[in-house]
């Protein structure tokens, strides 16, 4: 969601401030915003849009100051406009803020019965006429600060600057990430390392509660409980922070193309040295002791869940339940002994299913996740995290991050049935060896790339498309569904295949594509049996397949896909790609943001 930024610095904090949030872009935002203090004095630029309207105006109207903090507003409270845009400013202080304050209304009532007037939509505001009134009070900045954070409730990250002090920032972390960088006689806050890589690889990650004092030379960290705390500093990886597109037009065609070896990467880390089974880090789990295992994510990652859901049962016999984050904590399931909880997130900070995982904190037996940021507050807050090892994500709809965790998804599925005495030996050193050979078919559908971007050329004329697949096909028709919408803004809806006689197929007409995920496997009879049906109705079909299924399938679809043959518990991995590049090239030839979707956000941070 929204990217925040902070410096105190040696040299002018503006180009910083901009050239981090730039950074942050791919989190997803409508307006920017940067504050510094220049001569004891506090002053700020916004602009909404994307921040070159911000760079433009700083040309025009500099901001001098060697503190800062700056802001990507991704609005929750109030329409995109200068107005709402971060950082707030209430007489001596201003704010930045990512997350939303859920008692605004109350300490807006609050204030207003103080004399107090408001001039934004926002949340916000309220915490910089708090901050401003304990001040009016008489109370010192950080303690003024302290008075307000005590006094929220909601989930939040916070960086407060205050006129007449150049050499303090004051950084809270509620629910939301926060993380401060150490340099030389320099500190820097940030949403996430990404922000803070060019200018240190020293981090500070504040836990749930805290609350941080910063000067260039120190910081003091206090609790929730508001005592002491001493966090560790980590050296993160500065080229795994770093932010380019390596000769690709967009990030996401980069990322894409990147799924090969970023696989292969992954299952050798989770290969054992003989590379017979798989290993996990730690103590890994004993899958003989589990009876069921609930699975939580969102978006995406939900589809991820659904996948390994047929991998769990049907090579481990072990029963699954996958829910929506949101839903899941709403419904406050029971939680019966013998049950491990999975949680599956990219970023590690989704609020929602974050939310599940504490949830689920004393009712499972054990909490293992699944993420991209091994530093995040789902991995620390988990028994046993599994890193996806996919790198740094920009582009807002994921790829190589959902293929990832499909691969480790399948692996941990592999652990489980070895443990559970439910896959023979020979069978899973032949899918194991499927999995080493993963990346090369990975690279020939990437070989499919100009004939899918022709039938996407096809595909962009369409107000409506429609998925269909069976077993394993079925999460990936959802999945080419929510990429389809999310990036190029045409309605599309997937459906299982078997499904289409209950209901959609009064959807088809002579406009409307259909695009049928259908590898020759077990299925792929009944499958061509429910594209029998569209094609009776002179439906135009789109066949994503393999050579075995185009054969018994030719000229029958309007326009045919084709993959290698791989084991069929390894299609859903193989076939996202030829779904996120019909995705991709449909985005490309509506003229859409494809990086940046509308009103979309990389990190869901607020509910």
Known sequence: MCGIVGVLGNHEAAPILVEALKRLEYRGYDSAGIATINDGHLDRRRAVGKLVNLSDLLVHDPLPGKAGIGHTRWATHGAPTVCNAHPHQAGPVAVVHNGIIENFRELRAELSEKGFSFQTETDTETVALLTQYHMSQGAAPVEAARQTLARLHG?????????????????????????????????????????????TDRVTYLNEGDWAVITRNSVEIRDANNELANREMRTIQIDSARVDKGGHKHFMAKEIAEQPRVIGEAVRHYLSGDGNSVTLPGDGLDFTKIDRLTMVACGTAFFACLTAKYWFEQLARLPVEVDIASEFRYREPPIPGGTVA???????????????????????????????VPESSIAR??????????????????TKAFTCQLTVLLMLALKAAEQRGTITPERQADLLSALRALPSSLNTALEQNSAIARAAHKLAEAKDVLFLGRGLMYPMALEGALKLKEISYIHAEAYASGELKHGPIALIDKIMPVVVLAPRDTLFDKTVSNMQEVLARGGKVMLITDDAGAAEAAGEAWQTIVMPHVDPVLTPILYAVPAQLLAYHTAVAKGTDVDQPRNLAKSVTVE
Do not use: W
Not at 169 to 175: D, S, V, W
């Open 342 to 372: 999975l949680f599956v997130s990219q970023s590690g900070e989704t609020a929602d299913t974050l939310a599940a995982l504490r949830y689920c904190e004393g009712k499972a037996d054990k909490i293992i996740s699944v993420v991209n």
């Open 381 to 398: 807050e988990s028994d046993l995290a599994l890193p996806i090892l996919a790198g740094t994500e920009i582009g807002v709809a994921s």
């Open 155 to 199: 989930a939040f990250a916070l960086v407060f600057l205050f006129d007449g002090q150049d050499d303090l920032l004051i950084a809270a972390r509620k629910g939301s990430p926060l993380a401060i960088g150490h340099g030389d006689g320099e500190m820097f806050v940030g949403s996430d390392a990404i922000a803070l890589a060019p200018m």
